[in-house]
């Protein structure tokens, strides 16, 4: 029988396999006068396909061999050691998860064509989920489903927030915050008031080299008129 629960890992699996080919093409790029890696738009794509590949270590096989094993993790964490009576319902996983990923990374992308800033935050969900993983390895020193992944994804997702024109300005955009505190209820259930400070004291650092850099373009604007 067809269970979309247990089959959409392997969707998603299939999704990233076309994904690829069009990543190696010119249909998913914004501005062709740069490279892919500076691109945004691409680099929105291309983050979408490494979640896909993340989503099949989560809930499709694990490095370990394990099938669909991230949900029974969640439970044992929650106290729950028995997967079968747990309360956390399967469609809770498949809605943030469809959410998050098949919906919210192509919206991102299509709109960052006209608002780069939409593209960016995309990434803030692969930094909220690689939190949900390193918890349980720094509390139990195990693997846990998804974890090598979602290394992967942090990686990448440090890459694509430190290039594109102007992306420095946008690192820590208003969308990326948003998503960032958004993503973690969906994920996690609740929002850690340590992530917000440290979110809000990026945005924060952020925004004062921001007025360094135009007080001293300023300056040196002065200095060649005169």
Do not use: K
Not at 135 to 148: D, E, K, R, S
Request: proline content about 5%.
């Amino acid at each position: 029988m067809f269970a979309f629960t247990y089959v959409w890992p392997y969707m998603g699996l299939g999704a990233a396999l076309l994904l690829g080919l069009l990543l190696c093409t010119d249909a998913l790029r914004s501005d062709l006068e740069v490279s892919r890696g500076r691109d945004l738009v691409w680099l929105a794509w291309a983050g979408t396909l490494a979640y896909l590949i993340h989503q099949f270590e989560e809930h499709g096989i694990d490095l370990q061999g394990a099938t669909y094993a991230f949900r029974g993790e969640m439970c044992r964490n929650m106290g729950q050691p028995d997967a079968q009576s747990c309360p956390i319902p399967f469609s809770f996983v498949n809605a943030v998860n469809i959410t998050c990923v098949w919906v919210f990374g192509p919206v991102t992308a299509l709109l960052g064509r006209r608002w780069p800033g939409f593209a960016l935050a995309f990434f803030s969900i692969p930094f909220v989920n690689t939190l949900i993983h390193l918890i349980p390895v720094v509390t139990q020193g195990a693997y846990n489903a998804g974890l090598l992944t979602a290394q992967g994804l942090t990686t990448f997702s440090q890459f694509a927030l430190g290039t594109g024109p102007g992306s420095a300005d946008l690192r820590i955009s208003p969308s990326f915050l948003s998503t960032s505190s958004l993503s973690l209820i969906a994920q996690d259930g609740n929002a850690s008031p340590a992530l917000f400070s440290a979110l809000r004291a990026s945005s924060s650092d952020n925004l004062s080299l921001r007025a360094d850099s135009m007080r001293r373009d300023a300056t040196a604007a002065a200095t060649s008129d005169a």
